[in-house]
Each structure stands twice: as C-alpha cells, then as structure tokens.
C-alpha cells in the first residue's frame, strides 16, 4: 500500500467502525492473522479513538470469553477461519456492536459467516471527518498477557505511552525514512505491534510476514530487501537452518533482533556464521516496550541484552527493595513514561507491580562495568513459549479436570528453539487408572491449546510447600538438576 492509500483506507475504516455505534474509549477485539489489513485496522482504532483490544490469534474460544469479559469489547474484527471457535464463544455473538467478518481477497466465498459486517465493505465507507481531539492520558490499547497467578491480565496503555513506546524503540533501532523492517513474529502482540507503527513513525516501510514459516520469509527477504529483522528466536533457527537460505539472502540487513526470551548460544553462532553479524539481543515486556537493546551501530556484546533504550532508567534490586552493589545480580525494576497505564479494571494487580512510579519486572540481572544487563531469568514463574506467555495456573487447571489426576505442577524447561516448553509433573488417584501421557497431552490440548505440555511426568508424590500448594519452585529445580524422584515417566 502506498501512504496515500493507507491515510484513505485506515480513515474509511475509523469513519465505519463510528458508524456501527462505537464511541471514543468503547473497546474492539481481533482476532486476526498477519495481515496488512490488521494495521489498517490498528490506525483506524486511533483515528477513532477506540481502545484496540488484539487477541492471541491461537487463543481457544474460553480465552476469548475470558478477553472479552475482562475487556468489556463491544465489537470483533475475526478472520473467517476462527469461526467454529467465535461460534463456540458464550460472548463473541453477542457483542454490543457484533461481529466483523475478515476474508482474505482469494479465499472462496462459502467461507463467509454470517456475521452483521463484512470488512472489505467497511473500507469503503466515507472517511472520519475531523479529529477527535482525544486526550492524551486516554487508553489507546490493550494487550492480554498472563500472569503467574492466574488467567490473562489486560496491560493498558494510552495515547501518550504508546507515543513514547514507539519513539523510544526507533531510536533504539536507529529508524529512518529509507529502512525496510521485517517483523516476523505476530502482530497481536506488543512486539510486531510497535516494530510496525515504528517504522511507520520515519515514514520507513514495513513488510507484513503472513506465516512465520521460513519460506515465506526468504521470499520476504528476497523480495523486499529489509534492512531491519525482528524474530522469535524459535522461527529465526528454522530460517537460518532452512536448506534453501542463500548467503546473500541477509545481505540487506543491518541488524537483526531476536527476542522474548534469552537466545540460545547456538542460535548466537549459527546466525552470525549466516548473516557475518551478531542478532541484537534485548529486553522488553508488554508493560513498557523495549527497554534494553545492543545498539546496531555500537558494542554488540553476545549474550547480553544490551545497555538501556533511550527513554528508559533500570535499577537492579535485591528482595529487600534496595539497590544492589555493582556485577550483583537483582530484580529489574523499570522506570520509563511509556509504562503502561495499569492492568484493565484489576488495581490491585497494578498496585502489586507499580512502586512509586517503578514497574516490578519480577525477571533478574546484572549489569558490567559498560553498563550492558546481563539476563538471569524470571522471578516470576512464567513459561515463554515461542513468544507467547503461558500461566502455569492456567495449564495445571485444566490438568486438574481429568479424571485420573489428582495434583499438577507445571513448569518451563529450556528449549533452544522454543525458548522454553512446558513440561507438567502429576500425581495420579488412588484407585484410577493411570493414563499414558499422549491422552493427558491431548485431554488438555482441547481445552488450552497450543498452552498444554509438550512432556507428562508421572511422580509417586507432589513435593509441596509449607502452605500445602504444589511447589512449582521445586519441580523447577528439579527440572533444571535432571532430578525425578518417585517417578514413572512416560514420554
């Protein structure tokens, strides 16, 4: 799409979406793959002062009620093909201003649900007059992202944090009017979210991957020359290790981020050996954007998450609140105006991470004397998988419905092209037949998705804690040392 095409189309979406009832602060949902159209749809949100409400594209349809209750959405953009699940929704069909079809332009016409709204007829509506004159301090988005403790929590941001977000990761990434950035990961979350609209932000273009599968990306590549790549490091290994990748296919870039989770060493050397650079590591969450980063056209230190992003201010905690000595390790505290606003409707869950202006990050490092951090892991006991955040709660709650087990823990093991899997201990009832762990993998896939274990360990006996509760802090150790005591496992 031309500028002039994406200022016409993303105003006749905003003029339609106001059309259908909705109102400045009233919150719609996607539910969407990569697409161009997505961002059309992302402007036409602000351009009409609406709160963009983007949902996992892998989410089951109980994550989407979940979504949507919490979030109070009175609209869904959903592509055609999540239509079993949207219909499966207790809420989705009945939303205040309804359902929004999306069907791609060559898919065939019996695909259409029957849905109130065809978007392709939205576009042409008669552009938005005007501009809102929207406060800065409003909400401008919100992002799903769970939480150790319990189900998805809806990270806030405004107007005005989402302003800084965006200019703080140009800077970062040293943007300009002629660069071409590839994200290659979803745009449904933070990630492609902010590299898409920072690189729009310089007038710089922005190549949306449909698929991250590593030949739609090497056509990518090919085609469209990118100077700037930004991947999960899952998809990034299965690019670099694809037989048909040329040596001149990473020639257009100058750097390379990889990210959501710690890159693994041997993804560090097989790209550098394939691309004759480093990846760019760095450190970001939902709640306050790219904080770290290894600058691309300074000291690339391998292994580290780089120095702080423009914008930004870290301290490094010990669990008494106080800072610690310099090379100690500490919790990350962040500090920065493109924090988030809150977690949507839970004050309490805010007031638990936000101390005096300072985001509680719950994840460890250090920082060396060029003041570059050095990742240590997360306090917080989170599983990141191929970029998505995966509540052990969540998973050890649908372990709990199967009639065979009696406790479940869950916890993420190191993978080096996931970033980490799920692996789940459980103990079995007395008297009932104990399952093999394909059925416990596949009884728990129908209810969390692509969020159930990748591995089923069967223990004698749950370690747990003083308070009587599974001890995931023990599994996780026992994981780590190789360790299974009282166990039978099957894989």
Not at 200 to 215: E, F, P
Not at 344 to 373: I, K, Q
Request: contains cysteine.
């Amino acid at each position: 799409m031309s500028w002039l095409e994406l200022e016409r189309t993303s105003s006749a979406l905003a003029g339609a979406y106001r059309g259908l009832g909705l109102r400045p602060g009233d919150r719609i949902a996607s539910l969407m793959p990569n697409r161009i159209d997505l961002l059309v749809h992302y402007l036409a949100c602000f351009k009409a002062g609406l709160v963009a409400t983007p949902l996992n594209y892998r989410y089951t349809f109980r994550e989407i009620d979940h979504a949507l209750e919490v979030s109070g959405a009175c609209a869904l953009l959903g592509h055609v093909e999540r239509v079993e699940d949207l219909a499966a929704s207790r809420l989705a069909g009945r939303l205040e201003c309804g359902l929004i079809a999306y069907r791609d332009p060559e898919a065939e016409a019996a695909l259409e649900p029957g849905w109130p709204y065809r978007f392709e007829a939205l576009i042409e509506s008669e552009p938005l007059a005007g501009d809102p004159g929207l406060d800065p301090a409003s909400p401008a988005a919100i992002f799903f992202t769970s939480g150790s403790t319990g189900p998805a929590k809806g990270v806030t941001h405004t107007r005005e944090s989402l302003r800084w977000m965006i200019a703080s990761a140009a800077s970062a990434f040293e943007l300009g009017a002629e660069d071409v950035f590839l994200p290659g990961s979803s745009m449904s979350h933070l990630g492609s979210f902010l590299w898409s609209l920072s690189i729009l932000s310089v007038g710089g273009r922005v190549v949306v991957a449909r698929t991250i599968d590593s030949h739609e990306l090497m056509g990518l590549l090919r085609e469209h020359q990118p100077t700037v790549l930004a991947m999960l490091p899952a998809a990034l290994i299965a690019l670099v290790r694809d037989h048909d990748l040329q040596p001149h296919d990473f020639a257009s870039l100058r750097v390379c981020r990889a990210g959501s989770d710690k890159v693994s060493t041997e993804l560090l050397a097989e790209f550098a050996a394939a691309a004759g650079f480093p990846i760019s590591e760095g450190y970001g969450m939902t709640e306050v954007g790219l904080a770290t980063l290894n600058p691309p056209s300074g000291l690339n230190k391998p292994g580290s998450i780089g120095p702080l992003v423009c914008g930004y201010s870290i301290s490094l905690r010990d669990d008494g609140g106080n800072p610690v000595s310099p090379g100690a390790v500490g919790r990350i505290f962040i500090r920065s105006r493109s924090r988030m606003a809150g977690y949507w409707n839970a004050p309490a869950a805010t007031a638990a991470v936000v101390l005096d202006g300072w985001l509680d990050s719950g994840d460890l490092a250090r920082a060396d004397e060029d003041g570059y951090l050095w990742f240590y892991g997360r306090k917080k006991q989170i599983i990141v998988h191929d970029g998505s955040n995966i509540a052990p709660f969540e998973v050890e709650s649908a372990l709990a419905e199967h009639p065979a087990i009696a406790l479940a823990g869950v916890v993420g093991v190191r993978d080096t092209v996931h970033g980490e899997n799920v692996r789940a201990y459980v103990t079995v009832r007395e008297g009932a037949p104990q399952p093999t762990s394909a059925e416990v993998i596949l009884f728990c896939r129908e209810r969390v998705g692509y969020k159930a274990p990748e591995e089923v360990i069967f223990l004698d006996e749950m370690p747990l804690n003083p308070t009587g509760k599974v001890d995931r802090t023990g599994l996780k150790r026992m994981a780590e040392d190789h360790l299974h005591p009282h166990l039978d496992t099957q894989r």
